[in-house]
């Protein structure tokens, strides 16, 4: 098996120690940071969210591939800040306010970041004001809600509609996604996109960087 499948498999084991000897271990055989991650890190992280959606993984299980595609993450990342280097978008990602949960959140990050993104995360309870200022210091082109309960929704359509008013819409977009949260509701506040998991969100989140391009 090769270093490269290697890797794949211990991600989605959840086997932290060898995959970030593997992704060493990739990087000493030759092969470039961003095939590593397309074929390697975020290959795996797309088996793992397969298995979740079949209910074969549990959180438990998500969260410890996601705390090895992390750290594998960590290794290749500062390698990829070459000319010449993939680079799709820049996110400010963050749980509205009143909302103190960050799992999803956070595999959310794990997955745009494997997937080229670079992601700033806002953490959790975060107003508005918080999420407009971040968005205009980093000159992200992305702004990702996240929320786990449906009282917290009126802080996403907040978020969104103050977006609006600094004249950033359309510029900066924005995806949101959360337990509650439906492509109806999306529609309904003005949000540019929806997604229902965190692949459905990597792929959202592409599409809508290059429509803006």
Known sequence: MNPLRQLECAIVKGNIKKATAMAEKCLETG???RVIIDQGVLKAMEEVGKKWKVYEYFIPNVLVSAMATKLCLN????LLKVPGSRFIGKAVAGTVEGDIHDIGKNIVIMFMEA???EVIDL???VAPGSFIKAVKKEKANLLILSCLYTVNMKAMEDTVIALGKT???GKVKTLIGGAPITQGFATSIGADGYGRDALEGVRKARELIHAGK
Do not use: H, N
């Not at 290794?75 to 500062?78: D, K, N, Y």
């Open 75 to 78: 290794i290749l990342r500062p």
């Open 31 to 33: 092969y470039p940071p």
């Open 167 to 169: 004249g950033l819409k």
């Open 123 to 125: 953490g959790v309870d």
């Open 115 to 117: 997937a080229g993104f």
